[in-house]
């Protein structure tokens, strides 16, 4: 495990800044192919995840398995907070995943994470988006009986 991937799992902003001051590649990844960013996201540490964003952390990485970005892992971990600072940091909040066709705000759902599907809608994610299932965040909530995610879609698409 690197020295930054350490540091990250161990909650340790302290470190994750001295590492960065050091000069340690903040887009090194470790042994499983892990990118800090996505590791720090999923973690949901937002102090970390500033810091390596700041550092200037790759906002494209994404995980060796399921090659989902950060914000897929922010929103599947319901770290709202992480989330956020990756959208003003400019990933792409309607990426799709290449073997689902999740986007972050499917993700949250998938897992019934109500504040942060709720960030993730206030931010502007694509209501439309279908997965590879075909399915809307709409639907999709509905299928996982997520209805207060599901009312909140429905009152952002009602304004829209």
Do not use: C
Not at 78 to 107: C, M, R, S, W
Not at 130 to 137: A, F, V
Request: proline share 3%; aromatic share 4%; hydrophobic share 50%.
């Amino acid at each position: 495990m690197t020295a930054m991937m350490s540091a990250i799992n161990n909650n340790d902003a302290t470190r994750v800044q001295q590492l960065i001051a050091q000069g340690v590649d903040v887009n090194a990844l470790d042994a499983n192919r892990d990118a800090p960013l996505v590791m720090a996201s999923y973690r949901g540490n937002p102090e970390i995840v500033r810091l390596l964003l700041e550092a200037g952390a790759d906002v494209t990485a994404v995980d060796p398995g399921m090659q989902a970005t950060a914000l897929h892992a922010a929103a599947y971990a319901g770290n709202t907070e992480a989330a956020k600072l990756l959208v003003q940091f400019h990933v792409d909040i309607d990426k799709q995943g290449p073997f689902n066709g999740y986007t972050a705000l499917h993700d949250a759902i998938w897992q019934g994470h109500l504040e942060t599907a709720r960030a993730l809608i206030d931010l502007g994610a694509n209501l439309t988006l279908r997965s590879l299932r075909d399915e809307t965040p709409l639907a999709f909530a509905k299928s996982k009986h997520h209805a207060a995610i599901a009312a909140l879609i429905e009152q952002k698409m009602a304004v829209k």
